[in-house]
């Protein structure tokens, strides 16, 4: 049997790439929920509020907080990121042993890791809807595409 | 050394089936969501309601609601897959490398995939406990049985 | 070609006993949030509070409640998880391609489980900050390395 999950097998390769690129998009969010907290001094645990708190409020267990907007709105983005992106890493090396055409699969990939980068962005400045619509279901169909393949 | 995850393995075929169904159900739920945003007319950005909020509430930025019950119900079943799935997507590509019978694989495939299908279905149409609580479980023994093999 | 996802290749070997400790240190958590929810009496479903709930209070749906600080200490812990173990997973998979020699594949692994282990445990029992900051970030530059590696 030949192996396809190889790094000398060029579709396996362009899938360790972007996979590993939209894993590092994604811990972008991680590091922007933990700014955000620093920014606006909204915290999600008394003993984060306690040695990370800088501002004014002098009882520090009063920064616990959990319905501040922007603090939620890279949250809410980090979870959608959960509900596609580990299923985008698994339906892909799936992809990859049904051996698609280099092309196919290139398109595959950079279809959904353009999606969630567009994503991020349109989520994070807020522009007007449907543009995050849209974005996000390039890389759902991307997704689709290939669990329909493999199915 | 000889290749197991590979499409001429019948076991690898049956997970990358299995697992690329039970992907497809957890996107159901995302579906789900949003279509359970449009029925009920709340939202979680203001950007989402300005656009696609058609009640009868002229200040749209107030259909931005995070405790609808009925919306939640859909997130937490969600989030409970992302708990579960991706999980067994992995332990399932890895249990396919320490050769199990293919029947055996099957079986432990089979549950997994029936309980989560099962346990939305339950879920959302919030049947009496304790169903939930032991459709759940079928579905996680056959993971912890996977993860105990491999170990 | 040669096949690296194979268990007679010792870097995978150890890719898949720590990967399958790591989900299981995940589950811990779903485990632990059932029994933090029965300890407590808080549930997030009506159905679950008509079956679980054992206290004194006569109306159980009143049992319904989203922010008891002692559960949702635990779900935090488990969100934080799911944003990466499942990273973990699939960067230590294409890693293992990549062919690192196993002493430094053994310290990728290792470093991650043990900083999620520790992680845990420094939130569960609440100890001061940046104890689970730094503890976090050990984990978080393993991933890192083994993404920047791979790219």
Request: charged content about 15%; proline content about 3%.
């Amino acid at each position: 049997m030949e192996c396809l999950l190889n790094a000398s097998n060029p579709v396996f390769g362009a899938y360790a790439f972007y996979g590993s690129i939209v894993i590092l998009k994604m811990f972008a969010l991680a590091l922007m929920t933990s700014m955000k907290r620093g920014e606006t001094g909204v915290f999600a645990n008394t003993e984060d509020a306690q040695f990370f708190y800088t501002g004014q409020e002098k009882d520090k267990s009063k920064r616990v907080i959990f319905d501040n907007s922007k603090v939620e709105r890279v949250r809410r983005n980090h979870l959608n990121d959960l509900e596609n992106i580990p299923a985008f890493l698994v339906l892909g090396l799936i992809y990859v042993t049904i051996e698609p055409t280099l092309s196919t699969a290139l398109w595959h990939f950079r279809i959904f890791v353009i999606s969630r980068v567009l994503h991020m962005i349109v989520y994070q400045l807020q522009f007007p809807q449907p543009s995050r619509g849209i974005i996000f279901l390039f890389g759902f169909l991307a997704n689709m595409s290939m669990a329909v393949q493999i199915i």
